[in-house]
């Protein structure tokens, strides 16, 4: 039996398709939150309860971006980086955005929003990864596949922890990175002009999510 790769696509591109698939998910998402409510209202305890949580999310979702950024520095079609982060799991950005978009469909006041916006980032990030990660392996060869053997795509190994001395730093790239995250805070605004929205009746309620 044959394999076929993705075909060959450059990183570039890769992240743009990406990017653009974040967006239609996103909108898919926000839709579906605009007709749906959290069981106990807008004003229940679980509807605070999941909010605040989302919004420690989407904190921790930020901080962990940029750390990873430090890391990264603009370096991944330059090199195979493998220290901090990127010792544990080969995608240290992505899950630190699992945890983004948690926080991004919680401050819906529903825990199910908020999982269905972490199904769909998942989705949306193994697509992209298989095409990154056949670029790297054709810009790096054997070295990148042995990074790839012994560190997991997505879920942290922590026993493979290993640092570096040094690092060199692009604040251009950390500060941009900051920034991409702090959208993530949009949602914050967004969600309440929905839940007043459906509290003085301009939009209907059909389901109530947990």
């Given at each position: 039996m044959t394999t076929t790769n993705p075909p060959a696509l450059d990183l570039g591109a890769v992240q743009k398709i990406r990017k653009a698939a974040v967006f239609v998910a996103l909108l898919a998402l926000m839709?579906?939150?605009l007709v749906t409510q959290s069981?106990?209202?807008?004003?229940?305890?679980?509807?605070?309860?999941?909010e605040a949580a989302g919004l420690a999310m989407i904190v921790f979702?930020?901080?962990?971006?940029a750390w990873c950024t430090l890391y990264i520095g603009g370096r991944k079609k330059a090199d195979v980086v493998d220290s901090g982060p990127y010792s544990i799991t080969r995608?240290?950005?992505?899950?630190f955005s699992f945890f983004g978009a948690f926080g991004v469909?919680?401050?819906?006041?529903?825990?199910?929003?908020?999982?269905g916006f972490v199904l769909a980032s998942l989705l949306i990030f193994r697509l992209t990864v298989a095409r990154e990660e056949a670029f790297l392996s054709r810009e790096f060869g054997e070295r990148y596949e042995a990074?790839?053997?012994?560190?997991?795509r997505f879920v942290p190994n922590f026993g493979l922890w290993r640092d570096t001395e040094e690092l060199t730093v692009r604040p251009s790239l950390f500060l941009l990175t900051i920034r991409d995250g702090l959208v993530f805070l949009l949602a914050i605004p967004i969600f309440e002009m929905i839940d007043l929205a459906q509290?003085?009746?301009?939009?209907?309620?059909?389901?109530?999510l947990p």
């Open positions: 839709g579906a939150a069981v106990g209202g807008v004003d229940g305890r679980w509807h605070e309860m999941v979702s930020i901080v962990g971006r995608n240290p950005l992505y899950v469909g919680a401050q819906s006041g529903s825990a199910a929003i908020a999982c990074y790839r053997a012994r560190t997991p509290a003085e009746g301009w939009l209907k309620v059909i389901a109530l």
